[in-house]
């Protein structure tokens, strides 16, 4: 089973810090990389996605770094908010598969 | 309202007792998911649709069955429930692959006793 590695699971930030989430896959098939933020009570909503042809990508205080030599990405959070509080899943994607990270919860306290 | 929903949002049953959940995508996808979503488990994949009738296994399919006859429809049913699929379950859809933005329900809460 191709697992998709992700870390921490839990993670406390203070409001207007950095958070940083990371991820480690192993099927080289994957040619997409999403991250799903929920919410309590919620399903999961994409947030931000990269393909391996990318390095980067930015959206707004969201950032993926993208590193295909390592099999790693990660989530940066910038200035992070009392909102921003969730859980947060790396994915890795094929045609006709999703492995999902088992998920880190992040608490950001004022 | 693009969406995809599921019913019903929480569920008891016993063991042994058959039951459906449905789901139900607006969104003209071909590509439908459920998922089982366990505490340190993340999010794991039962089975899934590339188009009607047409449907694979995902990664713990064991105890699942799902059909697609409709493309706005993909039930998931559970013939003959046991205490360890008390789980929250979610429904996925997609444009293309799975390598496209997937849209999740509200998910399904079930406890199996």
């Known amino acids: 089973q191709q697992q998709v590695k992700q870390s921490p699971q839990s993670l406390i930030v203070q409001k207007g810090g950095i958070s940083i989430i990371n991820c480690a896959y192993e099927?080289?098939?994957?040619?997409?990389f999403p991250w799903y933020q929920q919410f309590p009570g919620k399903g999961p909503a994409l947030l931000i996605a990269?393909?391996?042809?990318?390095s980067e990508k930015k959206e707004g205080r969201f950032t993926i770094s993208f590193n295909k030599s390592a099999k790693q990405f990660s989530l940066h959070i910038m200035d992070s908010q009392p909102g921003d509080s969730a859980t947060y899943f790396c994915?890795?994607?094929?045609?006709?598969?999703?492995?999902f990270g088992k998920g880190t919860k992040l608490s950001v306290i004022p | 309202e693009a969406q995809v929903t599921q019913n019903p949002r929480y569920l008891i049953t016993v063991t042994g007792k058959k039951l459906t959940v449905t789901c139900s995508q607006n969104?003209?996808?071909?590509?439908m998911s459920w998922y089982r979503q366990d505490p340190g488990l993340g999010l794991r994949q039962i089975y899934y649709?590339?188009?009607?009738?047409?449907?694979d296994k995902g990664d713990v399919p064991e105890g699942y069955k799902v059909s697609r006859k409709e493309k706005r429809n993909f039930p998931l049913i559970l013939e003959s429930p046991s205490p360890n699929q008390t789980s929250l379950y979610f429904c996925?859809?997609?444009?293309?692959?799975?390598?496209?933005?997937?849209?999740f329900g509200q998910g399904t809460r079930l406890t199996v006793v």
């Open positions: 996925a859809s997609s444009l293309g692959g799975f390598n496209t933005e997937a849209f």
């Open positions: 099927n080289t098939a994957f040619d997409y």
């Open positions: 990269i393909r391996p042809d990318v």
């Open positions: 994915a890795g994607a094929g045609s006709y598969q999703l492995t």
């Open positions: 969104m003209n996808h071909e590509y």
């Open positions: 649709s590339m188009n009607v009738e047409v449907t």
